[in-house]
């Protein structure tokens, strides 16, 4: 299957700095990649959509100027976590998708970066 | 209100049992995934059903699709512990994919852990 990589695997950091996380396609080109956000033995909640060269679209809640994302190429989506507090410590989680996947759809996802804001 | 309901939430049981979960919702899906997470690892998808009434077999695990599609199972034999982690349902909302913006939905999920 296609693979997709996040980077930072795990980062702490001081509450009021901002934090990057990376979402990469290795082996396919993405053209539209989705943000979760995951608490502990909790599901995920979807944030954004973000398409390449376009602007994120934000699920209801999820604040755009807080999460900001850019999805700069067909390989590579970021999150930054703008001025982190401690609330926004969490499990984030990319998927990508080709948009080639016939009617069931295939989404496959990075393995997570955990956030800790001290 | 959720849309995918999981049960049950939490399951522990012995190497060897079997167990059934279950993901249900009142809305019909053209399609529903499965997927496993292990803790601190992205979801890794299982399978996808698609046809009412379908069942699908992945080594020990089946999967089944409601005859309706608005239901699935997950039946496995002989647990062990290797299977323990978090089991996601998902399905496109609103009309199902239909492209690569269409967003997946998932449950709550059910917690396995699986005792040597």
């Known amino acids: 299957g296609a693979v997709v990589s996040q980077h930072p695997s795990r980062v702490i950091c001081k509450s009021g700095t901002s934090v990057k996380i990376e979402c990469r396609s290795l082996?396919?080109?993405?053209?539209?990649m989705f943000w979760y956000r995951q608490f502990p033995k909790k599901s995920l909640m979807l944030m954004a959509t973000?398409?390449?060269?376009?602007?994120?679209?934000?699920e209801q809640g999820v604040e755009k100027d807080k999460f900001l994302i850019n999805h700069a190429s067909l390989t590579l989506s970021t999150l930054t976590v703008t001025s982190a507090h401690p609330e926004d410590s969490s499990f984030y989680i990319c998927?990508?998708?080709?948009?080639?996947?016939?009617?069931?759809?295939?989404?496959?996802f990075g393995e997570g970066s955990r956030l800790t804001v001290l | 209100t959720q849309l995918l309901e999981q049960s049950p939430q939490f399951l522990s049981i012995q190497e060897g049992e079997n167990l059934t979960v279950y993901c249900n919702s009142s809305?019909?899906?053209?399609?529903l995934q499965w997927y496993r997470q292990e803790p601190g690892e992205g979801p890794v998808l299982l399978v996808t059903?698609?046809?009412?009434?379908e069942v699908k077999k992945l080594k020990r695990l089946t999967f089944q699709f409601g005859d309706a599609r608005k239901d699935s199972s997950l039946h496995i034999t002989a647990a062990q512990p290797g299977d323990t982690g978090l089991y996601l349902c998902?399905?496109?909302?609103?009309?199902?994919?239909?492209?690569?913006?269409?967003?997946?939905?998932f449950g709550k999920g059910i917690t396995l852990s699986v005792r040597p």
């Open positions: 998927s990508a998708s080709d948009g080639h996947r016939g009617i069931t759809g295939e989404l496959f």
């Open positions: 082996d396919f080109q993405a053209t539209t």
């Open positions: 973000s398409n390449e060269g376009s602007k994120a679209t934000y």
């Open positions: 809305s019909v899906f053209s399609s």
């Open positions: 059903v698609v046809t009412g009434g």
């Open positions: 998902a399905a496109f909302l609103q009309g199902g994919y239909t492209g690569a913006n269409s967003k997946l939905t």
